[in-house]
């Protein structure tokens, strides 16, 4: 019994043996799992942090790069535009060009008919180098100033032309339209005073004085309308332009004259 009870108590003890054999063999490789799980954990906590660093560089240098893009395709947009727009106007300043170049053709081959026909010579009428030379440098600067030079050049040929439409007073037509129309108010404006006066003194204060006068009040309008059809047949305006009939001026010195002229008469009459 002694025996069969060792065996029993051994039998008993070596399962606890290998129980406790057995045991600290997870116990010691659960803690190298947990600090194997935790490195993994730290390591790939590191690699996330780096990945989503590199990451956020690359948006900023694709946003840097966006902005970049977008300003040279502002500033290219306004050279086009600028570029557009200057050669629109070039376009329009030389069609202007070519259309007034011409209209002056036009006017001087006109101008030289009626002056050939007039007895100038030739010659005359051909530019001399200077002028030539004068010519060429004022339209140097590209189609604006060609446009500008073939615009005074049409003013030249505006004034030439009411020169020679002038009738009987080629000098006239060139002196200001003020003092030209003067001449032509002024004697219409003057003549019916000078009847009245000229029948005050011839008769006094009698009836025809007084029916000279009652009719020279409407005189200074019918002075004034001799005087718009007189400007006009004598200073002709040139082609496409009106006739600068000072109508202001006109009616000023078609006025004037016949109420200083009746008040006088009136006067005297009166005194009488």
């Known amino acids: 019994m ?3 009870g060792a065996r029993t108590t051994a039998g008993q003890s070596a399962p606890g043996r290998q129980r406790s054999g057995a045991d600290p063999t997870p116990e010691r490789t659960d803690p190298a799992g947990q600090t194997d799980t ?3 954990a730290g390591t790939g906590g590191q690699a996330g942090t780096g990945g989503q660093a590199g990451t956020g560089g690359d948006a900023d240098a694709v946003a840097a790069a966006w902005t970049e893009y977008l300003a040279a ?3 290219l947009d306004g050279v086009r535009r600028d570029a557009a727009t200057a050669a629109g106007e070039q376009a329009r300043s030389v069609q202007a060009a070519r259309e007034e170049l011409t209209a002056v053709r036009t006017r001087l081959a006109s ?3 009626r002056l050939r026909e007039r007895g100038v010579p030739p010659i005359s009428l051909v530019p001399t180098p200077p002028e030539l030379t004068e010519a060429a440098r004022a339209m140097a600067g590209g189609p604006a100033a060609v446009l500008a030079a073939l615009r005074a050049a049409r003013g030249r040929a505006d004034a030439a032309d009411a020169t020679l439409s002038a009738r009987g007073l080629p000098r006239l037509a060139a002196w200001p339209p003020h003092l030209r129309n003067l001449l032509v108010y002024g004697p219409l404006a003057l003549l019916v005073p000078a009847i009245q006066v000229a029948l005050f003194v011839a008769t006094g204060t ?4 007084v029916a000279a ?3 020279g009040l409407p005189m200074p309008a019918v002075a004034f309308a001799a005087g718009w059809i007189g400007v006009g047949r004598l200073f002709p305006p040139p082609e496409g332009g009106r006739v600068a009939r000072t109508a202001r001026l006109g009616a000023l010195v078609c ?3 016949a109420v200083l002229v009746s008040a006088g008469l009136l006067l005297a009459m009166l005194a009488g």
Not at 206 to 209: D, I, L, Y
């Open 73 to 75: 395709a502002r500033q």
């Open 38 to 40: 935790g490195e993994q």
């Open 255 to 257: 006025l004037v004259p």
């Open 206 to 209: 009698g009836a025809a004085s």
């Open 213 to 215: 006068l009652v009719c």
């Open 2 to 4: 002694t025996r069969g």
């Open 111 to 113: 101008q030289e008919a």
